[in-house]
C-alpha cells in the first residue's frame, strides 16, 4: 500500500499544477468564466488528494479526514460539468443545484456507513457517481450540431473510457456485497489507483487543449474580421478621399511616389482642359506642355518656353514652394506642392483672383480712410499708410515706407504743441514704445503745434503686427471743453441749491456731482468727486415698502420712494429723476427731499386711526354681545329655577340624577353668562379685596367655549387657600381671558395636542401671587419678544387680532401694583407670568366670608316681572324657601298689590313695557317709602348704563340674571337685613 500513498502524492501535485495553470490561462485569456469554474473544480481536487496524503502518511485521524474528501470527490465532477455548462453556452447549475449533486453520493456514503452500513455501497457510490458526471460530459460535449474539432472528440472519448472505467470499479466494489470483503477491496484500490492517475491527468491536459483549442480558433476568427476590416476600411479610405478632393473647390492632384498621377478631381481637369482619365497615369511636369499655351505668367516671369515652365514646376514638386501662376484669361492661382507620409504628393492649385481684387479694393479703402493709418507688420515696418497719415507726420509716403518706428515716433513727438509740459510728453512717448513693444492697446489725446488735437491709438493685430489710427478730434475737444466750463459753472450753481440734488453716472452707478444739501442728507464724507452710488441707486430698486411707493421712474414726475443713506439708514423721499449726458455720458439727475418727518406723523396719525376704530369697534361689539347675552338671561333663568325646583321634589333617584345634570349644565350656563356682563359692563374702577382663584375660574368659564371646538386640553392648578388680592375684579378677570384667548388662538394652526397650563401660587416669601399661562404653540420669535406689550402690535395675520390684547393686559397688571414678563423657554410654546401683591388682611376676609348665613323666617314676597316663565320660576323658588310670594306681570300690577296689603319683600325686574323698574322705584317713593328698603331688583342688563347708574343711587339689592336658587335667598335675606337695620 505505500506505493498508493505515492500514487495520491503525484496526483496532488498534478492537480496543484493544473490549478496553476488553468488559473493562469483564466487572468490571460479574457477571464472567461468556464475557465475560472475548472480552475475551482481542481483546487478542489487538489485539496482532496491532499487530504488522501494527510490520512495515507497517518498524518490526519481518519474520522476527521473521511467526510471532508467524500464531499469534495462530489464537488470536482460537478464543478467540471459546470464548467462545460458554461463553455457551451448553456445554462449552468445553480450553486444551490451544486451543492445538492454533490451531497447526494456524500449522503449515500454516509449512510452506507453510519446509518444502515452496506460495504458494497459505500465503496462503490463515489466511483458510479463519477461515472455518471463523466457521461453528462460526454453528453455535453456531443450535443452541439456542428462538426466537432478532434480535440473535442478526445475529450469525449476520454470521459467515455474514464465512465466504463469508474463503471467497472463500482461493480467489483458493489460487489463485496453488505459486508466487508479485504481482497475485493484490494482489487477496488489496485484497479482505482492504476487508472486514476492516467485518467485524471488525461482529462486535465484534454481540457487545458480544449481551451488552447478555443482559443485559437477565436483568434483565427479575429484575424480573418481583423483583416476584412482592413479591406473595408482601405476601400473606404479611397474612395472616400476621391469624395473630399472631388469636393475642394480648388484644383487638387495627387501624384504616387512615381510622380505619376493616380487622381484627381473635375476642377483640376477642367483647369488642364483633360478628361480625368486622360490626366491621370501622366507626371505633373509632363502636363505643362498641355497647359503652356494658357499660361501668362509664372512667379513673375513671363512663360517663354515649355523647358523653362518644366524646370520652375519641378523646382516647386521638390521643394514644396509655392508657385504664383497667371493665366492669359485673368485668373490667379497659387500652386502649392505637399509631400504625404505615404510617400505620395498632392498638387492644390487655389484660385487668388478675388483676393488679389480685395487687396486693391482694401488699399483703395485705406487710402480714402478720413483718419491717418498705418499698418506695421511684425517687425515693425511699415505696409501700408494713407495720405491722413503724411499729413499728421507732414512727410511723404516714401520716407515713412523707408523709416523705422522710433523714427516715426520721434518725428510725432516734434509736433506736439510746446504747452504741454514736458513730463507728459515725455510720458506719452515712453507709453507709446511700451505698447509697441509688449504689444497691447494704446490710446492717448495729443495737442499738436498747430492747435489741432488728435486721437492716437495703436492697436495689435493677430498676425503680430500693429496698427496706427489718428483721429481728427479738433472740434469735438474744442466742444467738450467749452462744455467743462459751463458744468463747473452749473455745479456752482446747483451745489448751493437748498434742496438735495445729485447726478449719478450710469455706467459705474457712481457719483459725478452730489450738492452740498445731498452730501448732508446722504451722510457723504465730501460734496464733490466721483465715489460709490450703488448704495444709493440700488436702493430705489428696493422700495418695495407700500408706505414708500413704488420705484421710480425718470420724467419730470415727483415720485415717493425709498432711498438709502452711505451709513445704511434708509429714508422715505419725494424725488423725480431724469436720464440725461453729463460730461458726454449717460447719466441720471436725482433731485429729492427727505420726508422722514412727515412720514412719522402720518404714522402716528394712522396708528391712532386704528386705535379708535378698534376701541369703537369693540365697544360696538361688547354692546351687541351684552344684548346677545341679555335675551339669553330670561330663557336660562327658568331652566335653572325650575330644574332646582324639580332636583328637590324628585323622590326617583334615576330622575334625580338626570335632573342633577340639567341643573348643573343649566348653573354652568348661567355662570359663564353671568361672568361675561360682570367683565364686560362699566367698572368704576374701585380697588377692593377680591378672590383671584374665583376670578381665574371665572375667565376660564367664559373662555371654554372654544375648547373642544379646537381640541384644546386646559389644566388649572390653582391652590384652593391663595389670599386675596386688592384691585378690581372684573379687570382682573379681563386679563387673564386675554392670555387664555391668545393662547388658544396661538394654538389653532397647532398639530394635536394642543395644550394650556394655568398655575396660580405664592411665592417662597408669601409675598406675592405668581400665576403662569403656558401653551405649546409656536411661541414667539426672540426679535419680536420686545414688542409683544407694545399697543397694537400683532403676529396674526391683517383681520385676526387688533394688538391691543396684551398692551391691555400689562396696563391691567400694572394697575394692580404688579408686573408681566415674557418668560425664556426652551421648549416650544409660550410663557407668561404675572405678579400682583397679596392684601394683608387675609385672615380677617375669610372669617367674614366663611361665617355662616343666617336662616330667615318666612316672609310675604310680591314678585313682579313681565316674562310670566320667569315669574312662575321665582315664585316655585320663594315657595320652597317657606315663603308666601304673590306674582304679578307689570309695574302697574304691583302698585295695585302694594295698595291692597302690605308685603315684606318687593323683588322686581328693571327691564319691563309701559312702566319698567325705575318708575316704579319712583312712585314707591312717593306713595310707599316704607317699601324703599324692602326693595331689591332683577336685571338681564348688566352692561347697561342707566340700569348701572339707578342701582348704583338706590343703593338697592339687586341680582343679574341668570341667577340661582341660592342666589335669590341670599337676595332674600340681603334685604330683611336691609330693613331690620
Known sequence: MAQVHYVVFALFLISLALTAVFYLSWRAFDRQQHVLTWTWAFACASLQWFLNVLAGFSWMPFSAYWIPANYLGAIVPVLSIVGFQQRAGVPALSPLACAALAATPFL??????????????MTSSLTLFSMFTSLWVAGILWAPRRSKRAIEWAAIICHLAYAINQLVLGSIGLSQGPFRDDDTVSLYVSGLFLTLPTFFTAIGLLILLIIASDLALKAQRLARREETLRREDSARSWETLLDVIEAIP????????????????????????????????????DLVAFCRSNLSTVEGQEVRSEFKAREMFAHALASGDRLEVVTKAGRIYMLGCGHLRSGDQIVVASDVSQLYDAKQRLESAIHSMPL??????????????????????????????????????????????????????????????DAIRDRRHFSRTALFDDGSWYDLTIQPIADGGFVTIARDITKRRLLEIELERSEAQLREVLGNQPFPVAVIRKRDERFVFCSKAAARVLKLDHESGEQDASFFSHSKQQATDPVFGSIPKTGTTIQEVSYERANGDRFPALTSALDTKFSGEEATVVSFIDISNIKEM?????????????????????????????????????????SHVLLSQSPDSEASRRLRNITDAADRCAKIIRSFLDMARKSTHERVPFDAAACIEQALDISNLGYSLHDVTVTSTVDADL???LGNADQFSQAILNLVVNAKQALAEQAPPRLISIAAALDSQGS?????????????????ADHVFEPFFTTKAVGEGTGMGLSLVRGIVRSHGGTIRLMPSQKPGC?????????????????????????????????????????????????????????????KGALAALEQSEYDVLISDIRMPVMNGE???????????????????????????????????????????????????????????????
Open 108 to 121: 449515500i456514503t454516509m449512510s452506507a456507513t453510519y446509518i444502515a452500513p452496506h460495504a458494497g455501497v
Open 831 to 891: 410663557h407668561f407670568q404675572i405678579k400682583l401683591p397679596v392684601f394683608e388682611e387675609v385672615e380677617h376676609t375669610r372669617d367674614a366670608a366663611s361665617s355662616p348665613q343666617e336662616q330667615v323666617e318666612p316672609k310675604r314676597i310680591l314678585v313682579v316681572d313681565d316674562e310670566e316663565k320667569v315669574l312662575k320660576a321665582l315664585e316655585d323658588v320663594l315657595s320652597l324657601d317657606g315663603h308666601s310670594v304673590r306674582s304679578v306681570k307689570s309695574a
Open 768 to 784: 406675592f401671587l405668581l400665576i403662569d399661562v403656558k401653551d405649546n404653540g409656536p411661541g414667539i420669535p426672540p426679535e419680536q
Open 919 to 981: 318708575e316704579l322705584y319712583r312712585c314707591i317713593q312717593d306713595r310707599f317709602p316704607e317699601m324703599l328698603n324692602k326693595t331689591a331688583f332683577i336685571t338681564g342688563n348688566n352692561v347697561s348704563g342707566p340700569a348701572l347708574e339707578f342701582l348704583e343711587s338706590t343703593n338697592c339689592p339687586y341680582l343679574g340674571k341668570p341667577f340661582l336658587p341660592e342666589e335669590i335667598s341670599h337676595l332674600v335675606r340681603t334685604v330683611c337685613r336691609a330693613s331690620d337695620s
Open 723 to 725: 389670599p386675596r388680592v
Open 602 to 642: 402720518q404714522r402716528e396719525l394712522a396708528t391712532q386711526r386704528e386705535a379708535l376704530y378698534q376701541s369703537e369697534k369693540l365697544n360696538a361689539l361688547g354692546t351687541l354681545l351684552a344684548g346677545v347675552a341679555h335675551e339669553l338671561n330670561n330663557p336660562l333663568t327658568i331652566i335653572t329655577t325650575n
Open 250 to 285: 480648388d484644383p487638387v492632384a495627387i501624384a504616387n511616389n512615381r510622380l505619376s498621377l493616380v487622381a484627381c478631381n473635375s476642377t483640376f481637369s477642367e483647369l488642364l482642359e483633360l478628361s480625368k482619365e486622360e490626366c491621370c497615369g501622366d507626371k505633373p511636369i
Open 372 to 433: 491717418g493709418f498705418a499698418l506695421f507688420d511684425k517687425n515693425n515696418r511699415v505696409i501700408a499708410c494713407n495720405s491722413s497719415y503724411e499729413k499728421l507726420l507732414r512727410k511723404s509716403r516714401d520716407w515713412i515706407m523707408s523709416r523705422s518706428f522710433e523714427t516715426l515716433i520721434d518725428a510725432g513727438v516734434a509736433r506736439l504743441d510746446r504747452k504741454e509740459p514736458e513730463t507728459l510728453r515725455q510720458a506719452g512717448h515712453e507709453g507709446l514704445r
